[in-house]
């Protein structure tokens, strides 16, 4: 229940943003707003203040923002969108993505001011790392750490054997244990959540190869924090990043689904989404503050796509009609957003069932 709250919240602060980046630019520009919705109708309640209404709507996932003329009508008024000149319609439909990118940005900023947990790779970050610990990042199938219930992201801080304890607090040590206790009944010392808990397994004497006796991949971390005025540049920097290997994930995940027919890798839908934004809330805010980040940079990078429905196809619309010197015909476009939209639902129940499966 309280992951499917967090969810929630999650999702409307995302929309939101995003909404409010067309809805705040198109006010700039001089155009009218008939309605800023969250979620897509049937409406369930709403209010009207001024010009525009407010409403929330049955369907939460999605919301939208409706200004005059931005079917094509009324270019003769000159609070229609039709009405305005190029650039400002383009600003308009690119405000969302540059939104959810600044989001992104100032949450960033938050992690690094505050603290995050990383994977500490070298001297300096070593030096400056706090509450170090030994993390699982990884866990096999079938392993003997998946059997006895170890998480990702558990930390390890030591083992019994025969009563006697054996603290770690490296990554070779604790590799350099498990092999020397093969096959022996293990008690694993492990931080969870802020408790303590213990599981007891039996680390294999011959692991499938690259598993290793537990089946397990560890990494030293610690949190690490910054000034504030270094905090501000790494929250963009960081944002950069993140943002380019988006689109390089996407590049090859659809180069892969049109040339090959199939997925190079699992793609959540909301059931997927709201899973995993209640794991890192229940690690910790900024956790759950870096995952909000990745979702809002990846909502960015999938609606700049130039495809119908989505907000870069019809930003490519509105450069065609520029190039072309007169708008687009209507009926064209409408069913081109139609089939869009169609396919995007598809998707979106298709990616929602596989969520369903890997739950169950």
Do not use: C
């Amino acid at each position: 229940m309280l992951t499917a709250l967090i969810f929630f919240i999650v999702l409307g602060v995302l929309i939101f943003v995003h909404e409010f980046g067309h809805f705040i630019f198109a006010k700039k520009a001089g155009m009218k707003v008939e309605e800023f919705g969250f979620g897509f109708p049937p409406r369930l309640w709403g209010i009207k203040k001024g010009e525009t209404t407010y409403s929330i709507n049955w369907i939460p996932f999605g919301g939208f923002v409706k200004i005059l003329g931005e079917e094509g009508e009324h270019r003769n008024d000159p609070q229609s969108f039709s009405a305005k000149p190029f650039l400002a319609k383009l600003k308009v439909i690119v405000a969302g993505v540059f939104m959810n990118f600044m989001l992104a940005v100032v949450l960033l900023m938050i992690v690094n001011f505050f603290g995050l947990r990383i994977g500490i790779i070298d001297e300096q970050t070593s030096y400056s790392a706090e509450d170090k610990q030994i993390q699982v990042i990884q866990i096999a199938e079938n392993s003997p750490a998946q059997i006895a219930g170890i998480r990702l992201l558990d930390g390890i801080m030591g083992f019994e054997v025969e009563g006697q304890i054996t603290l770690v607090n490296n990554v070779q040590k604790t590799q350099d244990f498990i092999k020397n206790n093969a096959g022996k009944a293990v008690t694993i010392l492990i931080s969870r959540d802020g408790e303590l808990v213990e599981k007891e397994l039996t680390p294999r004497l011959n692991p499938p190869e690259g598993e290793g006796a537990l089946g397990v991949s560890l990494a030293l971390t610690g949190v690490v924090s910054y000034p504030w005025y270094e905090a501000i540049w790494r929250g963009a920097y960081d944002a950069g990043i993140i943002t380019i290997n988006t689109v390089i994930g996407y590049g090859m995940l659809f180069k892969t689904l049109l040339l090959k027919g199939k997925l190079i890798a699992d793609v959540s839908g909301p059931i997927g989404i709201a899973n995993m934004t209640g794991q890192a809330a229940r690690i910790g805010l900024n956790y759950l503050m870096q995952f909000v980040a990745l979702i809002s940079i990846n909502l960015a990078v999938l609606n700049i796509i130039p495809f119908p429905a989505l907000d870069g196809g019809r930003a490519v619309l509105i450069i065609i009609e520029k190039l072309k010197g007169s708008p687009v015909n209507k009926k064209i476009e409408q069913g081109i957003n139609a089939v869009g939209f169609a396919l995007l639902l598809m998707l979106m129940i298709y990616v929602t069932f596989k969520d369903i499966v890997r739950l169950f």
